[in-house]
């Protein structure tokens, strides 16, 4: 992607300025932010994140003009449905306080993550089979719960306790091959009796590459020019952790933190083994960046810090 490069020539603080300026796209300010924070293409354990944006995959047309289009970006997935939302808070509520010394972990909202590398190859799996195969001994996972539909899959983040996924890049740059089965892999058959073959779109995308391009206007949208720094703010900056996440439902369970333990104190290898392993099996959450709100992309343009 071009962020790479103009990363390599520029602060991110002059980056922060180009997208204020709209000289640079939202989706490739996106990739320079989750490269900052140390995500890259080239690891699925820390892979860049993407937020959903668009929250309609009914109707025959695409209403960019219309909020009622897009999903809040105010919100993390496990706050976006208000009954989901009433579930994990009466769990958090109803959880004792931490307690380290008798391992106890502190309270959470969510015990899965926006990312995780089972995630992301469940929307790769068609393009990259043999990482997933690695992942589960050789097998794919059973048919209904792998990757079959878009509109599926936006439903399932809405509802169900144990997906909150985010997306990946690859539904806003290039032409949608990963939604594609152009190898005629043997995915199984669902229970509808239907073999899974390539991803089911919403009725307004004509064709695999007509629903990466409508994704990606849908992302640089006015709508969410005006309302994306406060998913960065989630993800990477102030919403992240402590008082403000708890206050925006943005509680993960305490290992997908990066730093919440320190591996190289751990004097047993094989409880050093366990924690990796769940730590890769959870997903983390990005670098924490920002200490202070990110500007809007409307504000006045300055090089002010944003660490």
Known sequence: HNSLSLEKSKSFAEIRCMWQRREISNAEYLMCVNNEAGRSLNDITQYPVFPH?????????????????????????????????????????????????????????YGTHYSTPGYVLYYLVRVAPEHLWNLQNGKFDAPDRMFFSIAENWNSCMSNPADLKELIPEFYFGSGEFLINSDDLD????????????????????SHKDFIRKNAKALESEYVSENLHNWIDLIFGYKQQGEEARKAYNVCYYLTYAGAVNLDEMTSDHERAAIEAKIQELGQTTRHMFRLPHPARNDEVTMQDLS
């Open 53 to 109: 944006v668009i929250a309609d995959y009914t109707s025959k047309s695409l209403k960019l003009d219309k909020p009622s289009t897009f999903r809040d970006l105010t919100k993390p997935v496990g706050a976006l449905d208000q009954k989901r939302l009433e579930y994990f808070l009466e769990r958090y509520n109803s959880m004792p306080p931490g307690d380290s010394d008798n391992g106890i972990p502190p309270p959470f909202m």
């Open 187 to 206: 995915l199984g058959i669902r229970q509808t009796g239907e073999r899974l073959n390539d991803v089911d779109l919403p009725p307004w995308a004509k």
